[in-house]
Structure formats: C-alpha cells, structure tokens
C-alpha cells in the first residue's frame, strides 16, 4: 500500500476526526455554550441599535439614547469575556487531542515493522507527526468550531430578518444562491489540492532530512551542487502547488467576498425606498442591513473555512491511514512471555524460507539449522544470500513465509515481543546510535546501570578508550546519530550496548566491518568472557575465522544441521573452536 495515498474520504474521515473531541466532551460543551451566548449577544445587538434610532434618536430623547449606548456596550463586554474564555477553552482541548493523537501515532509507527519503514520515507512521517498534527489541531479549536457557530449565526440572522421585513429576507435570500456554485467548486478544487500539498510538503521533508544525515558523502562524493539542484526540484514543485492555490484563492475569494456588497446594496437600494415611503422605519432598515453582515459574515468565511477544513481532511486521512494498518509482526492474543534464564538459548530454524513481498524468488529456502545452547555459529554466503535477514528474524524483525523458529523450543509467534526482544541483542553492521552522551548510549537497554558496569562493557568491546580520548568521558555527547564517531567506534558502542544487557542471544550482523584487524582481535578475545555462556549468531567472514565454533555457508543450497550436509553448508572451523 502507498504510504500517501488516501484511503478514507472526507463522507469518513470527519466524523472519526470529531470522534477524536469525545473524551474531552465536558469542555468542548463549555466551549461551544460560550459560542452560543456569544451568538446571542450578537443577534440582540441590531434589535438595540433599531431601538436607540426609533425610539430614541428619531423622537429626540437623549436619555434613551445614553440606555442604549449602555445596552450596547455590554453585549460588547459580554461577547468579549465570552469569546475570550471560549479561545482559551476550545485551544487547550484542540491542544490535548494533538498531543494525544501524536502519541498513539508515534506509537504505532514504531510498532510497525522494518519492512514499513523500508517503504516510507522519513521526510514523510515526519510530516505525519508536525504539519499534519497541526492542520488538525487548527481544525478542532478553529474550523469546526466557527463552522457550527457560523451556521447558527446565519439562523438566528436570517430568522430576526424575516420578523423585521419579510419582503426584504425575500429579496435578500434570493441574492444567496449566486453563492452556491462558485462556493462548491471552490471547495472541491482545495480538497484535490491540499491533499498534494501534503504529499508534497512531506517529500521536501525527506530531501532535507536525506541531505542532512548524508551530509559527509555528499562533500565527500562532491554531491553538493547535485543535491542543492535536487532539493531545489523539490522545493520548486511545493511552491508550484502553493502558487496554484493561491490562484486559486485569488480567484473565488474576491468574489465571494464582493457578492456579499452586491447584495448589500442591492438591498438598501429596495429598503431606502420601503423608509421613504413610510412602509419601513429607520431603525428596523439599519437593523436589518446589521443582521445581513451577520448573515453574510458566514458566507464570507466560507473560504477559509473551507480551507482550514480540507487541509485537516487531508491531513488526518494520511495520518489515520497508519492508525489503521496494522503491525506485521506483534503478539498473538494467547502470547506468553519467555522464561528468563542466566544461560545461553537453543535456537532452531525449521524448513524456514522468507520471499519478500514482489520478489520473484525466495530469500531464504527451506532452513533447517540448529544452535546449541552457548554456541558460536557464523552464517556465510555471498551478498544477498539472507544472511541478515535470517538473524533478524530471532528478534522478530522479520517473519518467516514458512516454517518457523523457535527459542528452546518455543515458537517465537507464541512469544510476547517485550520478553523475547529483552533476552536477544541485535549489532548491526551501520548501528544507531543516539544524540546523548556515551553513557546514555551504552545504557540504552538498561538505564539504571551503574558506570562500572558500562565501563565493563565498554572494555569487552575494546571500547574503554573512548572514555579517555573524548572529551568529559562517559558524559560526552555523541552528536546526531554518533557521526561524532568512526563507523568502528560506533560498532564497538554498539556491542557494548548489547553486552550490558546480558543477552542469552547475541546476534552480530557483521558487527565488525569497520573495525581495524587489531582492534577486532582485542574484541573476540574478550567476547567469550563476556558473553557468560550466550548463544551467538554471527554473519561476515573475518569473525567466521576468528570467532565460530561452527560455520553455515548460505546460497549454494538450502542450509542443513545434518552431518551429511556438506562443508558447503556446514564446517567446523578449527581454529575458532580451539
């Protein structure tokens, strides 16, 4: 499925949007009551101005006229106070709903799988979790709200105007369906537009967050000129949907905001003669023409409204859409957690084969491989033989398209993941790393550990000279995904970050690669030491011949414990064993 293309319209997505303001229903009533007084106070304010000129400015009676003027100032006063409190009421619960909506959003982006994310660019979620959260947010403490009102203002307008002078609410009405056609097409036309604008904001996300975290290739590449032509695209194409929707703006919004005037006039016109012919009094005409801006205002609004409300349609359709797919890879319902034991785990692939998804022929084919408790296996194989797919699947990152795997004989599928993933370590060959301190990166797993303990960790990864050469040691801060550091300093991080959680599993994805022949054999000799009996899962060459107990070559055919597999598929190495 396409990260961005829509799967809900608008007839769905604005009910479960609206569906969102529920939980905080006692405020959102408060809110929406202040708005109703509010509507009141406005529509009492023409019947006052009719008034201080019938009653008292037309008969000359200056003491009626200063009870008016009061009259008027406090439905001033009132509709001040109350919008006032209304804002600050319907923000902050517009504010809960974001702030809630982001969490369940981050928290199923990182529930889904790898294979997701593959899929996604990161510029793209990001957009998700900033520019989408806040069109919404807009939306609920804005749009909605001032489309309900705007609707009951036009009701309680259009209602006194047919008290005041049924003849000029015909003549009035009769101006509104010149609205009608230019309003839908203007609303249709923003509802296309915002959802490629979306997609278009997110893309420039992605180039920008592309660029920055490859900012070293680039200059190293001299990519630069490149990548500044290639941001500029992208850059270019955001602005050409922003200059379409201001045409499109400056096209409907004049008119219908000059429609409006037309009628206006259109209507003193006919009323001016009503009041000169002595059929219609002054202050009921300047009363009507009041409650015909009421009426209007609404109208007017119309545009933005009707923006602000398709941005949020767009914007919660991509962002509903990965609130609703659900995880690949989660727990069963009848899911039972992994008995933690101090030693090292059996792991078994069983006729396990994986083919992703559009691919024409399988990764992995009918593995059959069993480790022992506290054994050291290593799987070799030319590239793209599915060697890191195959450790990732002991964590669960992946899942196998037959067969199955199990961890001292249970099923991994019958596992809960927080037990499983708490009792396996992943080291990947390009590890992440965060932008805390060295301290706060080893001790990911296990934020209460102690400074010996990661300096233990540390040295069993011959990484302990970091603390000496970095400057504040264990408090030094690494930078944006560790680019303070050698791509062999952050392997070795990244082991010690696995080590310090006392895995029975240990799976190194060509942890290695980076690393000096020195500095890998310090390493490996220390390993063992550490690991306190952990099964390991190994992949790359060099630790093949430095580190196994036993080598499992992928490629050449499916992959075998049997003794008579072949030393193809499995061999011992001898030195690694001895």
Same mark, same amino acid.
């Given at each position: 499925?396409?990260?961005?293309?829509?799967?809900?319209?608008?007839?769905?997505?604005?009910?479960?949007?609206?569906g969102?303001?529920?939980?905080?229903?006692a405020?959102?009533?408060?809110s929406? #009551?202040?708005?109703?007084?509010m509507?009141v106070?406005?529509?009492?304010?023409?019947?006052?101005?009719?008034?201080?000129?019938?009653?008292?400015? @037309?008969?000359?009676?200056?003491?009626? @006229?200063?009870?008016?003027?009061?009259?008027?100032?406090?439905?001033?006063?009132?509709?001040?106070?109350c919008?006032?409190?209304?804002?600050?009421?319907? #923000?902050?619960?517009?504010?809960?709903?974001?702030?809630?909506?982001?969490?369940?959003?981050?928290?199923?982006?990182?529930?889904? !799988?790898?294979?997701?994310?593959?899929?996604?660019?990161?510029?793209?979620?990001?957009?998700?979790?900033?520019?989408?959260?806040?069109?919404?947010?807009?939306?609920?403490?804005?749009?909605?709200?001032?489309?309900?009102?705007?609707?009951?203002t036009?009701?309680?307008?259009l209602?006194?105007?047919?008290?005041?002078?049924?003849?000029?609410?015909?003549a009035a009405?009769?101006?509104?369906?010149?609205?009608?056609?230019?309003?839908?097409?203007?609303d249709?036309t923003?509802?296309?537009?915002?959802?490629?604008?979306?997609?278009?904001?997110?893309?420039?996300?992605? +180039?920008? !967050?592309?660029?920055?975290?490859?900012?070293?290739?680039?200059?190293?590449?001299?990519?630069?000129?490149?990548?500044?032509?290639?941001?500029?695209?992208?850059s270019?194409g955001?602005?050409?949907?922003?200059?379409?929707?201001?045409?499109v703006?400056?096209?409907?919004?004049p008119?219908?905001?000059?429609?409006?005037?037309?009628?206006?006039?259109?209507?003193?016109?006919?009323?001016?003669?009503?009041?000169?012919?002595?059929?219609?009094?002054?202050?009921?005409?300047?009363?009507?023409?009041?409650?015909?801006?009421?009426?209007t205002?609404?109208?007017?609004?119309?545009?933005?409204?009707? *923006?602000?409300?398709r941005?949020?349609?767009? *914007?919660?359709?991509?962002?509903?859409?990965?609130?609703?797919?659900?995880?690949?890879?989660?727990?069963?319902?009848?899911?039972?957690?992994?008995?933690?034991?101090?030693?090292?785990?059996?792991?078994?692939?069983?006729?396990?084969?994986?083919?992703?998804?559009?691919?024409?022929?399988? @990764?992995? +084919?009918?593995?059959?491989?069993?480790?022992?408790?506290?054994?050291?296996?290593?799987?070799?194989?030319?590239?793209?033989?599915?060697?890191?797919?195959l450790?990732?699947?002991v964590?669960?990152?992946?899942?196998?398209?037959?067969?199955?795997?199990?961890?001292?004989?249970?099923?991994?599928?019958?596992?809960?993941?927080?037990?499983?993933?708490?009792?396996v370590?992943?080291?990947?060959? !390009?590890?992440?790393?965060?932008?805390?301190?060295?301290?706060?990166?080893?001790?990911?797993?296990?934020?209460?550990?102690g400074?010996?303990?990661?300096?233990a960790?540390?040295?069993?990864?011959?990484?302990?000279?970091?603390?000496?050469?970095?400057?504040?040691?264990?408090?030094?801060?690494?930078?944006?995904?560790?680019?303070?550091?050698?791509?062999?300093?952050?392997q070795?991080?990244?082991?010690?970050?696995?080590?310090?959680?006392?895995?029975?599993?240990?799976?190194?994805?060509?942890?290695?690669?980076?690393?000096?022949?020195?500095? +890998?054999?310090?390493?490996? !000799?220390?390993?063992?030491?550490?690991? #306190?009996?952990a099964?390991?899962l %190994?992949?790359?060459?060099?630790?093949?011949?430095?580190?196994?107990?036993?080598?499992?070559r992928?490629?050449?055919?499916?992959?075998?414990?049997?003794?008579? %597999?072949?030393d193809?598929?499995?061999?011992?190495?001898?030195?690694?064993?001895?």
């Amino acid at each position: 499925m396409s990260a961005d293309r829509p799967v809900d319209g608008s007839a769905r997505t604005l009910p479960r949007l609206l569906g969102l303001l529920r939980p905080y229903w006692a405020r959102t009533s408060v809110s929406f #009551g202040l708005g109703v007084v509010m509507i009141v106070a406005s529509a009492l304010l023409p019947l006052a101005i009719r008034a201080v000129i019938d009653d008292a400015i @037309v008969p000359g009676r200056p003491g009626l @006229v200063a009870t008016g003027v009061a009259v008027l100032l406090a439905l001033a006063v009132i509709r001040w106070v109350c919008g006032s409190v209304r804002r600050a009421v319907g #923000g902050h619960v517009a504010l809960d709903v974001e702030y809630g909506l982001r969490s369940r959003l981050a928290r199923r982006i990182l529930q889904l !799988e790898p294979a997701w994310h593959d899929g996604v660019a990161t510029g793209q979620v990001l957009s998700r979790l900033g520019s989408d959260m806040a069109a919404i947010r807009f939306f609920l403490s804005y749009g909605f709200i001032f489309a309900i009102l705007n609707a009951l203002t036009a009701i309680a307008a259009l209602t006194q105007m047919a008290v005041l002078s049924p003849r000029l609410t015909v003549a009035a009405v009769a101006i509104l369906p010149l609205f009608a056609p230019a309003a839908v097409r203007y609303d249709r036309t923003l509802g296309v537009m915002f959802r490629s604008l979306q997609r278009k904001e997110g893309e420039l996300s992605a +180039e920008a !967050e592309e660029s920055a975290a490859g900012v070293r290739a680039i200059k190293a590449l001299g990519l630069r000129r490149q990548r500044q032509t290639r941001f500029d695209d992208v850059s270019a194409g955001l602005m050409a949907e922003n200059l379409a929707m201001a045409r499109v703006r400056a096209r409907y919004s004049p008119l219908l905001g000059a429609l409006p005037a037309v009628g206006q006039a259109a209507i003193l016109w006919y009323g001016g003669r009503l009041v000169i012919q002595g059929q219609l009094t002054l202050g009921t005409l300047v009363s009507f023409t009041t409650y015909l801006l009421l009426l209007t205002g609404p109208l007017q609004a119309l545009t933005s409204l009707s *923006a602000v409300t398709r941005r949020a349609m767009a *914007a919660a359709e991509r962002v509903f859409e990965v609130l609703d797919r659900p995880p690949a890879i989660a727990d069963r319902a009848a899911a039972v957690p992994l008995p933690a034991l101090p030693h090292g785990a059996q792991v078994t692939f069983e006729g396990v084969s994986i083919c992703h998804e559009g691919a024409r022929r399988p @990764v992995l +084919e009918q593995i059959d491989v069993t480790v022992a408790p506290g054994e050291r296996v290593t799987f070799t194989g030319s590239s793209g033989t599915g060697k890191s797919t195959l450790l990732a699947l002991v964590p669960r990152l992946a899942a196998p398209t037959a067969g199955r795997v199990l961890l001292d004989g249970h099923d991994l599928a019958d596992l809960t993941l927080g037990s499983l993933r708490s009792q396996v370590a992943l080291v990947t060959q !390009e590890p992440v790393l965060l932008s805390g301190t060295l301290r706060e990166n080893v001790a990911l797993g296990r934020p209460g550990a102690g400074d010996d303990e990661i300096r233990a960790a540390l040295y069993a990864a011959a990484a302990l000279d970091l603390v000496e050469t970095l400057p504040g040691g264990l408090d030094a801060v690494l930078g944006e995904q560790g680019n303070s550091l050698s791509g062999g300093q952050r392997q070795r991080v990244a082991i010690a970050r696995a080590l310090l959680l006392r895995p029975r599993v240990l799976l190194l994805d060509d942890a290695l690669s980076q690393v000096d022949a020195m500095t +890998e054999a310090a390493v490996l !000799e220390r390993l063992p030491a550490a690991l #306190g009996g952990a099964t390991v899962l %190994a992949t790359g060459d060099g630790t093949a011949r430095r580190f196994a107990t036993r080598v499992i070559r992928l490629g050449d055919a499916p992959a075998s414990a049997d003794e008579d %597999a072949g030393d193809e598929l499995s061999m011992t190495s001898v030195e690694g064993a001895r």
